[in-house]
């Protein structure tokens, strides 16, 4: 992070809140053993983004410093070391201690400061998730190598897995601690392009818990940003438009393409067991492709589930009988991504030649569209639309 143009005024500003009360004061008494000589400095952490140099100081040669500040609120610190090195901190008020060795400082013991207790467990729970990432992803490289297809699948999955139990986790650590500095920071650690249903409702859920602080109006003001930026990253595809490739695996985890559909008219849609309007939306598709499999159309659906048995269930009790392909990601999945789909029931009518003539058709509107569009020649370039027709030929001469 780099600390923003306007930094000295909020420095000044700090200094001036220093100055007016003294109850809401802290001090960080630190003894680092065998950390080198240097200015070790205290910046606060805003939920968005701008950093506040709150104060610093000389370390001692034995290690030991001492840092004060005021804290209107609750608020993320974090102790800023040469080269590159932290200690996280949620600060409310008081006298904390922090004790540890330079050599193995995420091994900090911290005192006076429940909340920065709770927020080293949690920091412990992220260094773990991140080097069994590492060790996950050298397994997968390795059964990559070795063309170990079977096996490759199997371990992808359990990959899949740990990711989806470590981001409900987290999202559960965020939902229930009772530190404010502490939920802001397990939410800001989420991916906003694939937990954006989640962090809109963790938006909305904090004037309700942190009412009138300064912390909830700043992750207001980050997540407005970051989801304005989401929405003109991802519009959905318009009609007319070549349907971007996708691959999935399908329900046997055999990885399938949207352009091996090239030829027949495809309806993409996105659904999942858990969505009460698509399971509603199903008999209609059912109806649809039953009246119209024999007529050069099909439906290839696309699961936003995260667990293949209520998949499989949804499908089963739906009776949906086309090819359906899900890599149990939910929110996460590439699919998603590529059409720009932010809520579902969503689907994309694809004429033979891979160019979408349609999307979000519902209800009678469905086969109304498929009756018209079938009805015509199919288009067999990629130029032509599902109304274009060939020209007439002309009669040959006869001899």
Same mark, same amino acid.
């Given at each position: 992070m780099k600390i923003k143009l306007h930094l000295l005024a909020l420095i000044v500003i700090s200094g001036l809140t220093a100055c007016s009360s003294n109850s809401r004061k802290f001090t960080i008494i630190g003894n680092i053993a065998d950390m080198p000589l240097q200015t070790v400095v205290l910046e606060q952490l805003n939920a968005n983004d701008i950093i506040v140099i709150v104060d610093s100081v000389k370390s001692k040669a034995d290690g030991r410093f001492e840092l004060s500040g005021i804290a209107p609120e609750p608020g993320l610190y974090r102790i800023h070391f040469q080269p590159k090195k932290f200690i996280l901190l949620s600060i409310d008020k008081g006298n904390i201690k922090i004790d =540890?060795?330079?050599?193995?400082? #995420?091994?900090?013991?911290?005192? /006076?400061?429940?909340?920065?207790?709770?927020?080293?467990?949690?920091?412990?729970?992220?260094r773990q998730f991140s080097l069994d990432n590492i060790t996950m992803s050298m397994v997968l490289d390795t059964l990559k190598a070795r063309g170990n297809d079977s096996l490759l699948t199997v371990a992808r999955n359990d990959f =899949?897995?740990?990711?989806?139990? @470590? &981001?409900?986790?987290? #999202?559960?650590?965020?939902?229930?601690?009772?530190? #404010?500095?502490?939920a802001i920071f397990a939410a800001r650690i989420l991916n906003p392009a694939t937990e954006k249903h989640y962090l809109e =409702? %963790? =938006?909305?859920?904090?004037?309700?818990? %942190?009412?009138?602080?300064?912390?909830?109006?700043?992750? /207001? #003001?980050?997540?407005?940003?970051? !989801?304005? !930026?989401?929405?003109?990253?991802?519009?959905?595809?318009?009609?007319? &438009?070549?349907?971007?490739?996708?691959?999935?695996?399908?329900?046997?985890?055999?990885?399938?393409?949207?352009?091996? %559909?090239?030829?027949?008219?495809?309806?993409?849609? @996105?659904?999942?067991?858990?969505c009460q309007p698509c399971r509603g939306e199903n008999p209609n598709v059912v109806a649809a492709y039953r009246k119209f499999k024999d007529k050069n159309f099909t439906v290839l659906?696309?699961?936003?589930?995260?667990?293949? /048995? &209520?998949?499989?269930?949804?499908? !089963?009790?739906? +009776?949906?009988?086309?090819?359906?392909?899900?890599?149990? +990601?939910?929110?996460?999945?590439?699919?998603?991504?590529?059409?720009?789909?932010?809520?579902?029931?969503?689907? %994309?009518?694809?004429?033979?030649?891979?160019?979408?003539?349609?999307?979000?058709l519902r209800g009678s509107q469905l086969e109304e569209v498929l009756t018209e569009v079938l009805k015509k020649p199919a288009p067999t370039d990629s130029t032509k639309s599902p109304a274009t027709k060939e020209p007439a030929k002309k009669p040959e001469a006869k001899s």
């Open positions: =540890a060795n330079w050599n193995k400082l #995420e091994d900090y013991i911290v005192q /006076g400061s429940a909340a920065s207790q709770d927020m080293k467990s949690i920091l412990g729970a992220i =899949a897995d740990k990711r989806q139990h @470590f &981001t409900q986790f987290v #999202e559960h650590y965020a939902d229930t601690i009772t530190y #404010e500095p502490n =409702a %963790f =938006a909305q859920s904090l004037n309700r818990r %942190f009412p009138n602080t300064k912390m909830t109006h700043d992750f /207001g #003001e980050w997540y407005t940003v970051v !989801k304005s !930026k989401q929405m003109q990253a991802t519009k959905p595809v318009d009609a007319g &438009t070549v349907a971007p490739e996708i691959t999935l695996p399908d329900m046997e985890g055999k990885m399938v393409s949207l352009s091996s %559909f090239r030829g027949k008219f495809v309806l993409l849609d @996105f659904w999942a067991s858990w659906g696309v699961s936003l589930d995260n667990q293949k /048995g &209520t998949w499989d269930k949804a499908i !089963k009790d739906d +009776s949906l009988s086309w090819t359906q392909l899900s890599d149990l +990601s939910g929110w996460k999945s590439t699919a998603v991504v590529t059409y720009g789909v932010h809520s579902i029931p969503a689907n %994309f009518l694809i004429d033979p030649t891979g160019k979408i003539i349609g999307h979000d």
